[in-house]
């Protein structure tokens, strides 16, 4: 009889072990949408950066990757580039009257890092 006993002990914990099951987690409208990418987001950084300080936006050309602007006398080049490890580098180039403002090119920098949460 014991062994009639842990075989029906054995049958219970088996039915019981078969009812656990792991579901994906329910979206009602499908997959929630994938943020911005890495590129997106320092584009989008670069560009508040540059108009954050004043900088007056001439050309944006995604494509090349670059960003034009001029306040007063100093003209400001943002480039970004993604690079072959899939990270993102952003340089910014000034150019034209900088005695007017030397310490722009840091300003900018600063807001580009506080707007990527650095």
């Given at each position: 009889m014991r062994f009639?006993?842990?075989?029906l002990a054995f049958f219970i914990a088996l039915v019981a072990l078969a009812g656990c099951v792991v579901y994906d987690p329910y979206y009602p409208y499908g997959a929630p949408p994938p943020g911005p990418s890495k590129f997106d987001r320092a584009w989008n950084?670069?560009?508040?950066?540059?108009?954050?300080q004043g900088?007056?936006?001439?050309n944006?050309?995604?494509?090349?990757?670059?960003?034009?602007?001029?306040r007063g006398?100093?003209?400001?080049?943002a480039r970004v580039l993604t690079q072959?490890?899939?990270?993102?580098?952003?340089e910014f180039?000034?150019?034209g009257a900088m005695s007017e403002d030397p310490g722009l090119p840091d300003r900018i920098s600063r807001a580009y890092d506080?707007?990527?949460?650095r």
């Open positions: 009639a006993a842990r075989y950084a670069a560009v508040g950066a540059l108009q954050d900088v007056q936006i001439g944006q050309d995604r494509g090349s990757g670059t960003i034009d602007g001029r006398g100093i003209n400001m080049k072959a490890d899939g990270s993102v580098r952003v180039n000034a150019s506080a707007r990527m949460g």
